[in-house]
Each structure stands twice: as structure tokens, then as C-alpha cells.
């Protein structure tokens, strides 16, 4: 079965201040990994997809990276509306016909001034 | 592009009575379409897989009676609370395939009270 951890659960920075979310996992052949971001209250809003190991993709002041075994979301100099649950989820090749995603618990970001 | 709508947002109900939830894909069509139940600070748990012209797939302990879903077409399914009570109170959310870089679109939820 797959397993997503997300750690922290919560995480509280200053504005500006660097940080990264960690996101271990196991699975039966990654199809793929994905970043999500949820406000209170909304469906997830899609980041990022990665498939390989050593692959990393950007958007402004996120940066996600993959090995084998876990996902880093980096956050580079945060600001207030980066505020939200960040969430990891796993496809695996052998789960639900290789469809399922399979997602960790979040982490909760706040981002004070 | 790869948007998902999905409606109502919100909904409150009476014990006893059914629910409709509709899930829109407007751009793109979606031949898999997955709904989710989040409880508060808990993570997306996969209630069921619809596939577009043929009946859906649930997860282990999600009763498929109670929980009614229609994929007619490959933009439009629908999940149908039957007889709820208020331990379905939850916020529903649904997901097609499809769109941007093989990704999973989501919509955007829908709080369901049920009193």
C-alpha cells in the first residue's frame, strides 16, 4: 500500500524567512509525485508534478526536488499569502489501475510579517 | 485551462434526505473523475473512481448505496448523498484527469452539513 508523510505538520515562518517541506514516501513504482496548495475552505490548486528522481521544477518562490524516497518543497523568502496547507500526494503504478493518488496529511504554512 | 467547477459550494440539509453534488469539467473532458471526503486538518481520503459511461469503483468501507455516483458524460459527474446523516457532514471534493502536464484537476469542494 502506498504511504505519504508530510513533515512538519505545522510550520510558522517570518516573513522572508527560507524553509522546506518535507515529504517521505512509499509506493509500488512512482507514476508520479505531486505538490498541491489548499486554502481554508477550497479544493487544492495543482504546483507540481515530478516522475524522477534528481527532478526538480520551479514557480516563483517554490522549488519542489524528488529522490527515491522523499520530496522537498522549498520555499525561498515566503511571503503572507504563501499562507496555506501544502499538500504531497503519490501515484503508483500497481494502485487503483494506476490512477490513485495517494495524499499525506499537509502542512500547514503560516507566513507572518 | 483544466478547470473543474463543482457545485454547491455549500449545502445544508436535513437528516434523512438526499444530497446531489455536481462536478464539471468545462475545458477539457475527463474520461476519470475521483471523489474525495477531507475531514478538518485531515488529509483527501478517495471515496470512489468514476469512469465515464461505466459504473464507478469504491474504496474499501465507502458504501456504494449511500454514496450514489454518475459519470453520464465526459464532463459531468455527480455524487448523490442518499438518507444522510450528520456523520456525512464533511467537505466533499472532487478531481478529473486531465488538462495540464497529466496532472489532476480539482474542484472546488463542497461543505456539506447535514442537520
Known amino acids: 500500500e502506498d504511504q505519504v508523510t508530510q513533515s512538519p505538520e505545522a510550520l510558522r515562518l517570518q516573513e522572508g524567512e527560507s524553509s522546506s517541506l518535507n515529504c517521505s514516501y512509499t509506493v509500488s513504482g512512482l507514476r508520479g509525485l505531486f505538490w498541491y496548495r489548499q486554502d481554508p475552505g477550497k479544493g487544492p490548486e495543482f504546483l507540481f508534478t515530478?516522475?524522477?528522481a534528481g527532478e526538480e521544477k520551479e514557480k516563483e518562490r517554490l522549488k519542489a526536488t524528488l529522490t527515491k524516497k522523499e520530496s522537498f518543497l522549498h520555499i525561498t523568502a515566503p511571503k503572507p499569502e504563501d499562507s496555506a496547507t501544502y499538500l504531497c500526494a503519490v501515484q503508483g503504478i500497481l494502485t487503483g489501475g494506476g490512477n490513485k493518488l495517494t495524499f499525506g496529511t499537509g502542512t500547514q504554512l503560516k507566513v507572518e510579517l | 485551462g483544466a478547470v473543474v467547477s463543482q457545485h454547491p459550494s455549500r449545502v445544508i440539509c436535513k437528516s434523512g434526505t438526499s444530497v446531489k453534488i455536481e462536478c464539471r469539467s468545462l475545458d477539457f473532458q475527463a474520461t476519470t473523475m475521483f471523489w474525495y471526503r477531507q475531514f478538518p486538518k485531515q488529509s483527501l481520503m478517495l471515496m470512489a473512481t468514476s469512469n465515464e459511461g461505466s459504473k464507478a469503483t469504491y474504496e474499501q468501507g465507502v458504501e456504494k448505496d449511500k454514496f450514489l455516483i454518475n459519470h453520464a458524460s465526459l464532463t459531468l459527474s455527480t455524487l448523490t448523498v442518499t438518507s444522510a446523516h450528520p456523520e456525512d457532514s464533511s467537505f466533499y471534493i472532487c478531481s478529473a484527469k486531465g488538462g495540464m502536464s497529466y496532472g489532476y484537476t480539482f474542484g472546488s469542494g463542497t461543505r456539506l452539513t447535514v442537520v
Open positions: 515530478l516522475y524522477s
